[in-house]
């Protein structure tokens, strides 16, 4: 159980163009979903927090109106980045806590992420 | 100063060998602490959650200390299959089960 999917896996467009990345919770429910961005030899930067039904939680430096995040259902967040630029370029992941899960406050579930590749 | 520090790697060592990650957080108000493991290109996973007690897993052992924020991952009789990128991680503790990653260490073994 708890998987996580993202859709789609590579992506691969031209400047300037815009990117939706879709990311499920297959077999639970998710309140809060986690986006996350990976440069090459990086650690994970979590760019924002996801709540359904509410707007999303952005970290310092990540701007709201390049990265737009929809969190519409309980399985179901959405990242968008707008006007994608080559230093977009990253491998961006998601992770959902299961709701209503005794062990959610602790775990997170990753996707096996989306590799941005932006010309 | 980073909020989750690691040692930077990488480590190379023979199958059998014993290796050690060491890992500082910044954050004494931290709930949670994690080591996940990552794969080149791939999402990481959870190897193990670390508790207060001390744990082990099979050949993996982490250790916590709270008063000093170090967590540490021992690893018994390494296989050529545990060759990743092992990353340190702490929960935030601000309200939203906020993950924060070290950097990683990267481990190599080789034959």
């Known amino acids: 159980g708890a998987v996580v999917s993202q859709h789609p896996s590579w992506v691969i467009c031209k400047s300037g163009t815009s990117v939706k990345i879709e990311c499920r919770s297959l077999d639970f429910q998710a309140t809060t979903m986690f986006w996350y961005r990976q ?10 927090t996801s709540n359904e039904g509410s707007k ?5 430096g990540v701007e709201k109106d390049k990265f737009l995040i929809n969190h519409a259902s309980l399985t179901l967040s959405t990242l968008t980045v707008t006007s994608a630029h080559p230093e977009d370029s990253s491998f961006y992941i998601c992770s959902a806590t299961p709701y209503g899960d005794s062990r959610s406050y602790n775990e997170q579930f990753f996707g096996p992420g989306t590799r941005l590749t932006v010309l | 100063r980073k909020e989750v520090e690691q040692d930077p790697g990488p480590f190379n060592v023979p ?12 954050n004494s108000a931290s709930q949670s602490f994690f080591w996940y493991r ?27 200390n709270r008063a000093s924020q170090y967590i540490s991952l021992l690893i018994r009789d390494s296989k050529l299959s545990d060759s990743a990128t092992y990353l340190c991680v702490v929960n935030s503790f601000g309200g939203y089960n906020k993950l924060i990653f ?6 190599a073994v080789h034959p």
Do not use: H, I, W
Request: proline share 3%.
């Open chain 1, 39 to 48: 440069f090459p030899k990086q650690s994970l930067m979590l760019m924002a």
């Open chain 2, 38 to 64: 990552q794969d080149c290109r791939k999402e990481p996973k959870l190897l193990m959650s670390v508790y207060s007690s001390g744990n082990e897993d099979g050949r993996f052992t982490a250790q916590l």
């Open chain 2, 102 to 107: 070290g950097a990683g260490t990267r481990l």
């Open chain 1, 56 to 60: 999303a939680t952005y970290e310092q």
């Open chain 2, 15 to 26: 199958e059998g060998a014993t290796v050690a990650f060491n890992c500082t957080y910044s």
